[in-house]
């Protein structure tokens, strides 16, 4: 066998290997972007229920915002329809940027900062709506209660002492468990982003 011809093959093996590293890695992109992907899956479909829920309230307080004679209930209505159109907003577009990543084109390094970057707005987003839900919490009855023809229940005494009190505690218990289980979504995300470096 000639020098030429050895390099001929030589390099024509050296080809194949590079090609065959290069389909194996974008293989592993493409199957880290999926396990990336399914990990804000975990929080993208009950975000997507709670805004499509979100979404319900607020066209039916502006669907009944004539019906509410008394002008607090009026504000409560406004500030309330606000809040779950503004707050599910902002949790769906974060999500989206975070799930949007070009894991397969940018480098490692750069997919990870931006995460980081949006993973820390997302956790003092969500902590930010968890002290506005139990406000909302407190300001949705009185107009939702004249709405419904129950106007003298909000003045009952029993209900603001025993009532709201309890609802706050559950909207805290439901809002920590959620943020705890985003928490581990969001880590395990970024465990996997990391683990491309």
């Given at each position: 066998?000639?020098?030429e ?11 194949k290997?590079?090609?065959?590293e ?11 972007r ?13 975000e ?11 066209g ?7 019906n ?37 084109s940018?480098?490692?390094l750069?997919?990870l900062?931006?995460?980081k970057?949006?993973k820390?707005?997302?956790r003092?987003f969500?902590k930010v ?7 909302f ?7 939702l209660?004249?709405l ?13 002492i ?7 505690i ?12 985003y928490?581990?979504a969001?880590?395990?995300?970024q465990?996997?982003?990391e683990?491309?470096?």
């Amino acid at each position: 066998m000639e020098l030429e011809e050895m390099k001929s093959i030589w390099g024509e093996l050296s080809g194949k290997v590079e090609s065959q590293e290069k389909i194996k890695k974008e293989e592993l992109m493409k199957m880290t972007r999926k396990k990336y992907q399914n990990s804000l899956g975990k929080i993208y479909f009950p975000e997507i229920l709670g805004s499509i829920i979100s979404f319900i309230y607020a066209g039916y307080f502006i669907t009944q915002f004539g019906n509410l004679q008394l002008p607090i209930n009026q504000a409560f209505a406004a500030f309330n329809t606000l809040i779950m159109i503004i707050l599910p907003t902002i949790s769906l577009v974060t999500l989206y940027r975070m799930n949007s990543l070009d894991i397969v084109s940018q480098s490692p390094l750069e997919v990870l900062q931006k995460f980081k970057k949006n993973k820390v707005f997302y956790r003092n987003f969500q902590k930010v709506a968890l002290m506005l839900s139990g406000l909302f919490a407190i300001t949705v009855l009185p107009p939702l209660a004249e709405l419904l023809g129950k106007a003298d229940m909000v003045s009952n005494t029993k209900f603001w002492i025993v009532y709201v009190p309890i609802g706050l505690i559950c909207v805290y218990i439901f809002g920590s468990w959620a943020f705890r289980k985003y928490d581990r979504a969001l880590e395990k995300a970024q465990e996997l982003l990391e683990g491309i470096e």
